[in-house]
């Protein structure tokens, strides 16, 4: 495919995506370490272009790399107390100072609007201010935390307000206090309560831990609340830190909360964020409260996807052609796998109650999810209602695929053995093998 038409396809690909987030809000929460990093600059470009895509954007930043590196140059030694720091007078300048820097970055960075850049024409409005009360963390395994706080309340009515005039909102890791003191805060506790308090519709984490990886090193790609509160490290799961663990337990807070999903990216990844927004299966860690799968009966709204499923294989050959009216008339006879929003596998079952007969038809499983068992489940699925229906046969016709039907136990059958109005419709030319499975 030349790059033109791969631009195109991309773009086209992406339009469900951008009408989709038109609105929306999306709270992110970037670990210092992001800041730092080299492809912050481009990170900060992607940023500019959801808020020109009408995505309400909240982007909450940590700093601890910076306020470490602050520290040693002044000679401090920075106090931990496990992964938690502890925030004295002798380090709060330097955490003033480090938050300081990357709001002001950031702020220099989205300002940018240099003709033949990504930010050519942008003119992002950024609001930030004393959006968060912070409160003391108090006293850990006996070592008080000074100024180390946790989240006490969210000006969501303030935040809501700058959202809805178009601005980015930018917060610090920085809580303040009725009595005057700032505490320094986890970025993540900060974003997830952000996304609570404003019900949003994302929150998405980037920094250099949090993306989930399965042993063999793999990224696992989407898991629910209850699997990801198995993964829980019961030592520190009430522990508010910068650490994986704390990035998991906070996401499933907000998930439980009403957040729909949380997105653990990997910072590493040039453009991750637009990958994970606008392509199907993204790139990240999905995590989300219900299944990310769905089957589901079939209505005339995935009528478009199942046509887009089905269109290839029947060029080739490979299944019978259907018209738009053709599915229109016996939309009820499928069942459709949908993956956020997209019909990704679907199958038929016509019934011939009569004869206590019925066809499975159409079963087909997008080519990127093939060899994933969806098609087992999907069968599984077709038989289960088959018998649920009283019916006594299943049977089907097919050209390429039956050894897939063999090893579910169907054989070979002839013509004779199928409903005599199948019968009248069977295309000699084609040549389908009959295969026939008896269900009682
Ligand atoms: C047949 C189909 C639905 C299976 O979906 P799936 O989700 O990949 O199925 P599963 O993951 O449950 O099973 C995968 C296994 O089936 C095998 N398989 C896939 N297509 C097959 C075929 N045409 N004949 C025999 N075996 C086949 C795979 O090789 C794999 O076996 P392996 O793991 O031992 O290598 C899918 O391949 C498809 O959509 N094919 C094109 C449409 C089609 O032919 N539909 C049937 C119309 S009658």
């Known amino acids: 495919m030349d790059s033109k038409q791969s631009f195109i396809d991309c773009f086209r690909n992406a339009a469900p995506y951008i009408h989709a987030h038109h609105g929306r809000t999306f709270v992110l929460q970037i670990g210092g370490d992001v800041v730092a990093s080299e492809t912050f600059t481009h990170l900060i470009h992607d940023l500019a272009l959801l808020n020109s895509l009408a995505v309400k954007l909240v982007i909450v930043f940590g700093a601890r790399p910076q306020i470490d590196a602050l520290l040693k140059e002044r000679n401090v030694t920075p ?8 925030t004295d007078e002798a380090s709060i300048s330097s955490v003033k100072q480090a938050v300081g820097d990357i709001k002001i970055q ?8 240099l003709p033949n850049s990504p930010m050519a024409e942008s003119s992002v409005k950024i609001a930030s201010g004393n ?21 006490r309340s969210i000006e969501k009515n303030t935040i809501n307000a700058r959202l809805d005039a178009g601005e980015i909102v930018l917060i610090s890791p920085l809580g303040y206090s009725v009595t005057g003191e700032i505490f320094n805060l986890s970025s993540i506790e900060v974003a997830s309560q952000v996304a609570i308090d404003l019900s949003a519709e994302k929150l998405i984490m980037l920094n250099n831990a949090s993306v989930l990886k399965n042993e063999a090193g793999e990224v696992i790609r989407q898991l629910t609340c209850e699997e990801a509160k198995s993964k829980l490290d019961p030592v520190t799961v009430n522990q ?15 998930c439980e909360a009403g957040v729909k999903r949380v997105h653990y990216l990997d910072q590493s990844i040039d453009g991750g964020i637009l990958q994970e927004l606008f392509t199907r299966d993204g790139i990240g860690t999905l995590l989300s409260g219900t299944p990310f799968d769905t089957i589901q009966q079939a209505t005339v709204h995935d009528i478009g996807g199942i046509l887009e499923l089905i269109e290839p294989l029947e060029e080739q050959g490979i299944l019978v052609k259907r018209s738009r009216e053709k599915l229109e008339i016996d939309i009820n006879d499928y069942i459709v796998l949908v993956r956020d929003g997209s019909v990704i596998a679907c199958a038929a079952l016509h019934q011939y109650p009569d004869e206590k007969v019925a066809e499975i038809a159409c079963m087909v499983v997008h080519p990127d999810y093939q060899k994933q068992e969806k098609g087992e489940v999907l069968y599984e699925l077709i038989e289960a209602l088959a018998k649920k229906e009283g019916m006594e046969t299943l049977f089907l016709l097919t050209t ?9 136990g169907f054989v070979e059958a002839k013509i004779e053995d199928i409903p005599v109005e199948k019968q009248t419709l069977y295309n000699y030319q084609r040549n389908s093998k009959i295969l026939i499975k008896n269900l009682s």
């Open 79 to 86: 106090q931990y107390n496990g992964a938690l720091r502890v």
């Open 131 to 151: 959006y968060v009360t912070g409160r003391p963390y108090g006293i850990v395994k006996g070592v008080d935390l000074d100024l180390t706080g946790k989240v």
């Open 240 to 254: 508010i830190d910068e650490t994986p663990s704390t990035a998991l337990a906070f996401g499933i807070k907000a």
């Open 106 to 113: 950031i702020e220099a960075l989205l300002s940018m609007g």
């Open 400 to 408: 390429q695929t039956l050894h897939w039907f063999i090893e579910k």
